[in-house]
Nanobody, 116 residues
Framework: QVHVVESGGGLVQAGGSLRLSCALS????????WGWYRQGPGKQRELVAG???????YYRDSVKGRFTISRDNAPNTVYLQMNSLTPEDTAVYSC??????????WGQGTQVTVSS
């Protein structure tokens, strides 16, 4: 069964850094886009950053200049480097992988907690 493998997350002090990674268990599938979403306490889920197979990237305004999304073609893993973290970044972060032609796979989510 195909699934998303996430790692990273944890507890960090404000100003610190964390790196999340996300990969699909089946490396033979063609991936169109990867996206990192987050849902903070009492908030709606929001797209944080995304990257396409052509390496086009997207960042929400609140993380621009602090977060970097990147790809590693072997083995098709995406990373989210998060720097200068603030308590407002505290959330469950989940990876969405969109596979050609049109199927979505979600990760189980990983908790990121930033203490002040």
């Amino acid at each position: 069964q195909v699934h998303v493998v996430e790692s990273g997350g944890g507890l960090v002090q404000a100003g610190g850094s964390l790196r999340l990674s996300c990969a699909l268990s089946d490396h033979t599938l063609r991936i169109n886009t990867w996206g990192w979403y987050r849902q903070g306490p009492g908030k709606q889920r929001e797209l944080v950053a995304g990257i396409s197979s052509g390496n086009d990237t997207y960042y929400r305004d609140s993380v621009k200049g602090r977060f970097t999304i990147s790809r590693d073609n072997a083995p098709n893993t995406v990373y989210l480097q998060m720097n200068s973290l603030t308590p407002e970044d505290t959330a469950v972060y989940s990876c969405l992988i969109q596979v050609w032609p049109a199927r979505d796979y979600w990760g189980q989510g990983t908790q990121v907690t930033v203490s002040s």
